[in-house]
C-alpha cells in the first residue's frame, strides 16, 4: 500500500486526469478504481480532496463536451462506432437511448453509473439537439455525483484496500496467472460476440424506385411502410411517407406487438 500510495503522490493529479479523460471519450479504462485509489490517498493525506475532486471532474466534463458535439454533427455514425467497442453492439444504441426515452434528460446525471449507457450519453445528447447549456448543467452534476461517491468510497474503504493489496503481494504469482487466465478469457469473449453480431453489418436495403414500383402495382394493400425514427428526430409536425404509420424504436417490444402479420414490412429513417 504504501508503494502504491508513493506512486500516486508522484503522478496522481495527472493520472486521475488522464483516466477520466479517457473513459469520457470512450476509451474503456478503470476510471472508477482509479477514484477509489485517489480517494484512499486522500484518507492517508498523500493528496489533496478538493484538488482530486476538481480535477476528475475537469476531465470528465472536457471528455463529455468533445463527446457532445462530435455527437452533434456525426450523429448516429458516432454511436456506432462506439457500440461496436461494447459488449453488445446489437443493443447497444437502443438501450442507451431508451435511458433518455424513459427518464428524459436528467439521465446524464446518474448515466456515469451505468456500464455502456456512460459512454453514449454525452454524444447521444448531442445527436438529439440537447441545448449545449442545459447538457454542462446536468453533466457538470452527475460528473460531480460520480467522482465524490467513489472518492468517498476510496476513503472510508482505506484500511480493506491496504489489506486487499497486501493479500495480493502474498499471492503474488498466484495473482498473475489468474490476471493471465483472466485475460485470455476476455479477449476470447470479446472473439465471440464479434463472431455473433458481425451479420447485423449487413442489413437489407431496398432501392426508393422499387419499393415505389411495389406501392404503385396491385400488391400495394400487402404492403406496410413503417417511420422509425427515434424521438431525437422525430416531432409531432414531422412529414411522413404517405400512407406510413410510425412506432418509436426505443419502446420497440411493445410497438411491435402492433404491426400487421399479413404485409411486407418496410423501416425508414432519416
Avoid at 454542462?136 to 467522482?147: M, N, P, T
Avoid at 418509436?248 to 402492433?258: A, D, V, Y
Wanted: glycine share 6%.
Amino acid at each position: 500500500m504504501h508503494d502504491l500510495l508513493l506512486t500516486i503522490a508522484r503522478h496522481g493529479y495527472a493520472w486521475i486526469f488522464f483516466l477520466l479523460l479517457a473513459e469520457s471519450i470512450g476509451i474503456p479504462l478503470p476510471a472508477a478504481l482509479s477514484l477509489i485509489a485517489a480517494g484512499a490517498a486522500v484518507a492517508s493525506h498523500t493528496l489533496s480532496g478538493a484538488e482530486v475532486l476538481s480535477t476528475a471532474v475537469l476531465a470528465l466534463i472536457l471528455g463529455d463536451i468533445v463527446q457532445f458535439w462530435l455527437g452533434r454533427y456525426t450523429g448516429w455514425a458516432l454511436l456506432g462506432f462506439l457500440c461496436r467497442l461494447s459488449m453488445n453492439p446489437e443493443t447497444c444504441i437502443l438501450r442507451s437511448a431508451e435511458a433518455f426515452y424513459k427518464r428524459g434528460k436528467t439521465t446524464l446525471v446518474f448515466a456515469k453509473f451505468i456500464p455502456g449507457v456512460n459512454t453514449m450519453a454525452a454524444p447521444l445528447a448531442g445527436s438529439m439537439k440537447m441545448r449545449f447549456g442545459q447538457f454542462v448543467w446536468l453533466d457538470l452534476a452527475g460528473s460531480l455525483l460520480y467522482s465524490f461517491s467513489y472518492l468517498l468510497l476510496g476513503y472510508l474503504s482505506r484500511n480493506f484496500l491496504a489489506a486487499l493489496l497486501d493479500s495480493f503481494r502474498a499471492a503474488r504469482h498466484v495473482m498473475e496467472f489468474a490476471i493471465l487466465i483472466a485475460i485470455v478469457l476476455y479477449v476470447i469473449y470479446r472473439a465471440a460476440q464479434f463472431l455473433k453480431y458481425r451479420r447485423y453489418n449487413v442489413v437489407p436495403r431496398v432501392q426508393v424506385q422499387e419499393l415505389a414500383a411495389r406501392l404503385a402495382s396491385e400488391q400495394a394493400d400487402r404492403i406496410q411502410i413503417v417511420d422509425v425514427r427515434s424521438h431525437g428526430y422525430y416531432d409531432i409536425g414531422a412529414e411522413r411517407i404517405k400512407g406510413s404509420i410510425r412506432i418509436e424504436p426505443n419502446n420497440l417490444e411493445e410497438e411491435i406487438k402492433s404491426l400487421p402479420k399479413d404485409k411486407d414490412i418496410y423501416l425508414y429513417c432519416t
